[in-house]
C-alpha cells in the first residue's frame, strides 16, 4: 500500500510540473512561411531573381488578455539583378531598415507589436501595417504604410509594404468605430537605385536632364530631421449603415515619394542642382461598399492637398508646381457564375490646379479587370489580371496558376508582360517581361 502512496506521490510531483510547462508552451505559437522564387526574363532568358524567403512569425499569450507578435523576413537572391550590390535604403528610418548581408541576402524585423484592450478601446502598439482602402493591384487610400518598389507593384502589398512603428488605437463609440494613428516613423517608399531592374525612368515621373553642356548635380534626399515634430498622424470614421460599409479617412503626412526641387545657377557656367525633399500633405477620403445580389460594388474617393509635381520647363526656378489631386476608385465584383469571380476597376486622378508644363496630365485614368476561376474545391486556382492605362495606352498583363499540392505547399506559375512607350509607368518596363515559378511551404 505504501509503495502504491509512493508512486501516486511520485506521478503528482512529476505531473505538477508537466502541466505548467504544458499550460506555458500553450502561450505560444509559431508558424513559418518559406519561398522559393525564380523569375526568368522572356526575351533574353536571364534569371531576374533566384530568391528564397524565410518568414517566421511568433504569437504569444500575455497575461490580461495582451497577445505579442513578432514577424521576421529573411531572404536570399542569388542573382542579385532586382537591386544590385548593397543598397543604401535613405528613405527609410535607422530602426526600420533591412540589414544587408553582403550584396544579396537581407533580414529584417518586418512587425514586432502588443495587442491590448483598454477601457473597451482596442490597442495596438509597435511596428505594423495598417490597411486603409479595398482596391486591387493599385492604392487611393492605403497610404499610411510607405512602399518597397524594388518589383515595381508586382509582390502583393501585404509583402511590399513597410511596416512602421506606430500608436493605433480603436474606439468603439455605438455604431462606429473610430481609429486614431500616430505614426512617430520617418520613412517613405523606398525607390530602386539608378541600376535597378526596376529602376523609375518614365517621363511621367522624372523630369529630363539639363541640356547638353550643362553641369549637373543631383543632393542626397533631405530628410525631415525630427522624429516628433515630424510625425504622422491620421483618424478614420468607419461603421456600416443601410447595407452599405463605409469609411472617412484623414491623414496628416510626410508625402512618401520626394518632391524634386530644382536649383538653377545663380552665375554663368554654374551647375543646375537637384535638392530632394519630403514635404508635408494633407490626404482626406471615404470608401463604400455594398452587395447586391451576386454583385459587390466598392467606391473609394480621395483628396490630397499641398502636392508638388515637376514641370519641364527649364526656365522655371524650383522646376515643380503646386496642385491638388482628386482621386477616386469604382470597383465591380461579381460572382454569378459558380467559383468565378470577375472583378472591374476604374481609377481616375484629376489635378485642379494643372499647368500646362507638368509631366502629369491634368485627367489619368486606369482600367484593370481581373478574372479569376477556382477548381478541385479552391485547391487550384486560374486567373488574369490586366491593367490598361487610358492616357498612355500602356498596361501590364499578369496570367497566374496557383495548385495547393498539399495542406502546407502551394505551387504557383505566372508571368508578368508590360506593353507600351517607354513613357509610361508601366510600359517603361516594356523590356522586363518575365515568367516565374513560385513554391510556397506554410507551416
Do not use: C
Not at 502561450?27 to 518559406?34: A, G, Q, S, W
Not at 490597442?123 to 524594388?150: I, T, Y
Not at 500602356?394 to 505566372?414: F, K, Q
Request: proline share 7%; net charge negative; no cysteine.
Amino acid at each position: 500500500m505504501r509503495g502504491l502512496w509512493g508512486v501516486a506521490l511520485s506521478i503528482l510531483l512529476f505531473a505538477a510540473p508537466a502541466r505548467a510547462a504544458d499550460a506555458f508552451l500553450d502561450r505560444f505559437d509559431l508558424t513559418t512561411r518559406l519561398d522559393l522564387e525564380w523569375a526568368v526574363d522572356t526575351g533574353t532568358g536571364n534569371t531576374h531573381e533566384l530568391a528564397v524567403t524565410l518568414q517566421p512569425e511568433l504569437e504569444v499569450a500575455l497575461p490580461l488578455g495582451m497577445d505579442l507578435t513578432a514577424i521576421g523576413r529573411m531572404r536570399a537572391d542569388f542573382f542579385d539583378r532586382l537591386e544590385p550590390g548593397a543598397p543604401t535604403p535613405h528613405e527609410v528610418s535607422r530602426w526600420s531598415r533591412r540589414g544587408l548581408v553582403g550584396s544579396s541576402s537581407e533580414g529584417e524585423l518586418r512587425e514586432l507589436y502588443l495587442d491590448a484592450t483598454l477601457a473597451g478601446a482596442f490597442l495596438r502598439l509597435g511596428k505594423q501595417q495598417v490597411v486603409w482602402g479595398e482596391a486591387d493591384g493599385l492604392k487611393l487610400l492605403d497610404v499610411v504604410n510607405p512602399q518597397h518598389f524594388r518589383e515595381f507593384i508586382l509582390p502583393a502589398f501585404e509583402d511590399s509594404r513597410i511596416p512602421l512603428w506606430t500608436v493605433n488605437v480603436e474606439i468603439p463609440i455605438r455604431d462606429v468605430t473610430l481609429q486614431l494613428l500616430w505614426i512617430p516613423d520617418p520613412t517613405h517608399h523606398e525607390l530602386p537605385e539608378a541600376d535597378a531592374l526596376f529602376a523609375i525612368t518614365s517621363e511621367r515621373l522624372v523630369p529630363p536632364p539639363p541640356p547638353p553642356g550643362v553641369p549637373f548635380v543631383q543632393r542626397q534626399v533631405k530628410r525631415p530631421p525630427k522624429w516628433f515634430e515630424d510625425s504622422d498622424a491620421g483618424a478614420r470614421l468607419s461603421g456600416f449603415f443601410k447595407g452599405f460599409d463605409w469609411t472617412l479617412n484623414y491623414l496628416y503626412q510626410y508625402g512618401d515619394f520626394p518632391v524634386l526641387v530644382r536649383r538653377l545657377p545663380t552665375a554663368p557656367g554654374g551647375a543646375v542642382v537637384l535638392a530632394p525633399e519630403y514635404r508635408r500633405l494633407h490626404q482626406v477620403g471615404g470608401s463604400a461598399s455594398t452587395a447586391i445580389g451576386d454583385l459587390t460594388v466598392r467606391g473609394e474617393l480621395g483628396l490630397a492637398l499641398d502636392r508638388y509635381l515637376p514641370v519641364d520647363d527649364p526656365t522655371d526656378r524650383d522646376g515643380i508646381a503646386e496642385t491638388g489631386d482628386v482621386g477616386w476608385v469604382l470597383g465591380l465584383d461579381w460572382f454569378g457564375f459558380d467559383e468565378t469571380l470577375l472583378s472591374f476597376q476604374v481609377f481616375q486622378s484629376w489635378l485642379p490646379g494643372h499647368r500646362r508644363t507638368m509631366l502629369r496630365k491634368q485627367l489619368d485614368t486606369t482600367l484593370t479587370l481581373l478574372v479569376q476561376r477556382e477548381f478541385w474545391n479552391d485547391r487550384l486556382v486560374v486567373e488574369t489580371q490586366v491593367l490598361q492605362s487610358w492616357n498612355d495606352l500602356d498596361g501590364l498583363v499578369r496570367p497566374r496558376v496557383a495548385w495547393e499540392w498539399r495542406d502546407d505547399t502551394t505551387l504557383s506559375l505566372g508571368a508578368d508582360f508590360f506593353y507600351g512607350g517607354n513613357d509610361g509607368v508601366f510600359g517603361q518596363y516594356d523590356s522586363n517581361d518575365r515568367v516565374w515559378l513560385q513554391v510556397r511551404y506554410s507551416r
